[in-house]
């Protein structure tokens, strides 16, 4: 199988981790990748003509990618692979729902000449089904975290930080949500530890300097380029991550994942992609009542293993146990189209 993407690490982008978490694994060594940094129309040429001189009968589209922006040379690239060089097509789509029109057009086309659609959660799926008449052949490869697992996981009253954030320093992630609720805590309680880990996107570099420098004023520890693995290391000396989304907590997720394997107490929203479970299992509070709610988990260790034990029972129900089971997965679809 070749897996088509537009980003890959060092890029920071959530589908390019996706992608090299899947090559990483056993079965994912015997595949390929397929990674191009220019997909504007006018490449669209080469793009083909190196699609041409691989091998591989299956071809997996990773799809969105921050790599392709806004061009639909991703599109055509895999109806050349179907079309011309007969190769099977696997789509992966991770988040259909909030495409555009235009976006959901364009992948109404591939839709109707995939050998099969993957898509990562159960909402995104329906969302699908909903508004194209070509959808054929979807299933769903639930992700797991890019951030491993720090073993063992340590009981959160073990834990050393009391409040962290994870994710990428860019707008639309809930930073000023988060800063909002840590300078209330660190005014009223200035004992409590509370940090932000996270990496800064080029694009956004003069955004995240804004938090940079408020974070030193405000108390608040910032770690910058951790690696996965001292991610998941502090993640699992975390008593409770508040995760704010502008959409609302979802399955897809990246950063609640990291923080939910790791054991973290996870303080978020309510949106129209959380689950059912994410409901029963996972404190969602508004905005306002965030500082109230997560003082008072932090004053019981009952409350603290209480809600602990939710999340990882989340984790256990919801998030696949390896990369390696996720792949596994993707290998039985080839197999069904073969």
Known sequence: MLIITGTYPPERCGVGDYTKCLLSTSLGQHWHLFYQTDWTFSNIRQLCKLLSRTNDEVVNLQYPSMGYSTHLTPHLLALYAVLCLRRKLILTVHEYSQLG???????????????????TTEFELNSAKKRSLFLRNATIVKINSNIPRALPVKSVIER???????GYLRPLKGLEEFMEAATCLKQAYPHLKIYVMGQVQPQFKEYAQTFIDKFEEAGITFFNDKTHRQVAEILNDTKVSYLPYPDGLSERRGSFLAAAV?????VSNKGSFTTEQQQQLICLRQTQEVPAAILEILSSEARMLHDQENVLRFVEQNVPLSWDEV????????????
């Open 327 to 338: 792949a596994e997965q993707y290998e039985q679809v080839v197999k069904g189209i073969s």
């Open 262 to 266: 790791n054991g973290c107490i996870v």
């Open 101 to 119: 029109w235009k976006g959901k057009l364009a992948l109404s086309v591939l839709f109707a000449v995939a050998s099969a659609v993957v898509f």
């Open 160 to 166: 050393s930080w009391d409040v962290g954030y994870f």
